[in-house]
């Protein structure tokens, strides 16, 4: 399906397919931090308590949380190209309701339509998968998994600029502009749908795996508003397992699954969906208490006083560094195998982490930290995505990722939520700034999780035989027999992924 033979139109629509899937990634990577540099000037402005502001950030997750796998399996199916383009549309208009100067009901408002788009990013390695040839198959889905990383280090300085030049809404125009941008592009470039059978959608799994993940994080998001002792905290986070246990059990007795944990059995699919989680622990972790500690005034002891906008500056050699990595160790993981660069990976985040609890004295110290850290964190989400292609059947792509794309999420909040709550805890009564043995404390946490992440990745991958094939069982199941040519675009997934 590369094009080689048809029509010049055709040929240039295939060409411009990746900037444009890797424009959407980007785009969601924006969306998703486009509140966290605002969140101040959004309680100033909008007359909310902090905690309330900080809404403009939970919302999006706790939305993209829920829609992703329902957006994945709805996108495994002949509806892929209008999911992603109602996606797109949810954004815009999302975008437009956040900018306009209404109250914060509205704000709230369009950042929730704004967490649709992000169930964009597995979308876009399926059709990845499904629309390239094989030998452009691999970079185009590391480039998309790392866009995360990228977007981050971007969306940070631009919109902190725009905010502080221009004021709150014209942030938030400026993602707007950029998702009316990816929506005429997504519709001129997007090939159509892939031609499958349509499957029915698992409402029941979608409402338990929905509430599950939105009890979880919106109990991480207020824990320590609530107070982590609190009775309806304890309730929510009970309530939670409750639903998520149900949900699995049920998942497993369907047919036609919401998200397929059989597929788990694969060791090298369980190594993806831990490692995402626990990277994504890690990489917030770190970047909470770097944009934090930078904007400490010196008063304190420590930081260094920095604005918004030079806050989001530290973050861009993480986003360089990751898209550095995203360029290497793919070539590096066809050598050597991923059962030896996750391992690797987990290394270099480590040492990062290390850097920063013994040396933040000096500005260049944390800038150096943070572009290891991204080159760290780059290096596990290039490879994590050709981990799971080449392990599942095309018809499961979209699902599969987009339940890796949750762990992030959650791994995400988690690791925030372990940031705040480390540095409260050396916040002494009456005061508003924790000690600095807070960051030193909580980043060797960090490393600690790492170095049990280095023992898990290096045990948990399986080694498969040659002439196996990771998708038997799958085939086997009613509903699930896959045509020749997706068998043969299995084969050509596994090919990259080795």
């Given at each position: 399906m590369d094009g080689s033979t048809e029509?010049?139109?055709?040929?240039?629509?295939?060409?411009?397919?990746?900037?444009?899937?890797?424009?959407?990634?980007m785009l969601v990577a924006v969306i998703s931090s486009l509140g966290a540099?605002?969140?101040?000037?959004?309680?100033?402005?909008?007359?909310?308590?902090?905690?309330?502001?900080?809404?403009?950030?939970?919302?999006?997750?706790?939305?993209?949380?829920?829609?992703?796998?329902?957006?994945?399996?709805?996108?495994?199916?002949?509806?892929?190209?209008?999911?992603?383009?109602?996606?797109?549309?949810?954004?815009?208009?999302?975008?437009?309701?956040?900018?306009?100067?209404?109250?914060?009901?509205?704000?709230?408002?369009?950042?929730?339509?704004?967490?649709?788009?992000l169930g964009l990013i597995p979308l876009a390695i399926a059709t990845a998968r499904d629309?390239?040839?094989?030998?452009?198959?691999?970079?185009?889905?590391?480039?998309?998994?790392i866009t995360t990383v990228a977007g981050?280090?971007?969306?940070?300085?631009?919109?902190?600029?725009?905010?502080?030049s221009f004021g709150l809404h014209?942030?938030?125009?400026?993602?707007?502009?950029?998702?009316?941008?990816?929506?005429?592009?997504?519709?001129?470039?997007?090939?159509?749908?892939?031609?499958?059978?349509?499957?029915?959608?698992?409402?029941?799994?979608a409402l338990l795996l929905g509430g599950a993940l939105a009890g979880l994080l919106l109990g991480l998001s207020r824990g320590e508003i609530w107070g982590w002792h609190s009775p309806r905290?304890?309730?929510?986070?009970?309530?939670?397992?409750?639903?998520?246990?149900?949900?699995?059990?049920?998942?497993?007795?369907?047919?036609?699954?919401?998200?397929?944990?059989?597929?788990?059995?694969?060791?090298?699919?369980?190594?993806?969906?831990?490692t995402a989680l626990v990277a994504g622990v890690g990489m917030y972790l770190l970047v909470s208490l770097v944009t934090r500690f930078v904007q400490t005034p010196r008063t304190a002891g420590y930081g260094f006083g920095a604005s918004v906008a030079v806050t989001g500056l530290v973050l861009l050699p993480f986003s360089l560094a990751g898209v550095a990595a995203g360029r290497v160790v793919p070539l590096l993981a066809r050598r050597a195998g991923n059962a030896v660069v996750v391992p690797l990976g987990c290394?270099?985040?480590?040492?990062?982490?290390?850097?920063?609890?013994?040396?933040?004295?000096?500005?260049?110290?944390?800038?150096?930290?943070?572009?290891?850290?991204?080159?760290?964190?780059?290096?596990?989400?290039?490879?994590?995505?050709?981990?799971?292609?080449?392990?599942?059947?095309?018809?499961?792509?979209?699902?599969?990722?987009?339940?890796?794309?949750?762990?992030?999420?959650v791994g995400y909040s988690t690791g925030s939520v372990l940031s705040a709550t480390v540095l409260q805890?050396?916040?002494a009564v009456g005061q508003t700034l924790p000690t600095s043995e807070g960051y030193r404390t909580a980043a060797l946490l960090a490393c600690g999780v790492w170095a049990a992440m280095i023992v898990v990745t290096s045990l948990l991958p399986a080694r498969r035989r040659p002439g196996t094939s990771p998708v038997a069982g799958a085939a086997a199941r009613p509903g699930a027999a896959p045509t020749s040519r997706e068998r043969a675009a299995d084969e050509a997934a596994r090919r990259v992924a080795r």
């Open positions: 029509g010049g139109p055709r040929n240039r629509r295939q060409r411009a397919l990746i900037p444009v899937l890797v424009s959407l990634g540099p605002l969140v101040p000037t959004i309680a100033a402005e909008e007359h909310v308590a902090l905690h309330d502001a900080q809404w403009s950030v939970t919302v999006p997750l706790l939305v993209g949380a829920v829609v992703t796998p329902v957006m994945g399996r709805l996108g495994d199916g002949p509806r892929r190209r209008a999911v992603m383009l109602g996606a797109l549309a949810a954004v815009l208009a999302g975008g437009i309701l956040a900018a306009l100067p209404l109250g914060f009901g509205s704000l709230v408002t369009g950042r929730a339509l704004q967490g649709i788009g629309a390239l040839p094989p030998h452009r198959t691999g970079p185009a889905v590391a480039s998309l998994s981050v280090g971007l969306g940070y300085p631009v919109t902190g600029l725009i905010a502080q014209a942030g938030f125009w400026f993602g707007t502009a950029a998702a009316a941008a990816a929506l005429v592009a997504a519709a001129v470039v997007l090939p159509p749908s892939p031609r499958r059978a349509s499957a029915r959608l698992d409402v029941v799994g905290l304890l309730v929510l986070a009970g309530a939670s397992v409750l639903l998520f246990v149900v949900w699995a059990g049920h998942e497993l007795r369907t047919p036609q699954p919401l998200v397929d944990l059989r597929l788990t059995k694969d060791r090298t699919v369980l190594t993806a969906h831990v290394l270099v985040s480590l040492a990062a982490v290390l850097a920063f609890a013994l040396a933040h004295d000096r500005l260049w110290e944390v800038f150096a930290a943070m572009a290891v850290a991204g080159f760290g964190i780059g290096w596990m989400f290039a490879v994590l995505p050709g981990m799971i292609v080449g392990s599942v059947p095309a018809h499961e792509t979209g699902s599969a990722m987009s339940f890796n794309q949750v762990l992030r999420y805890a050396y916040t």
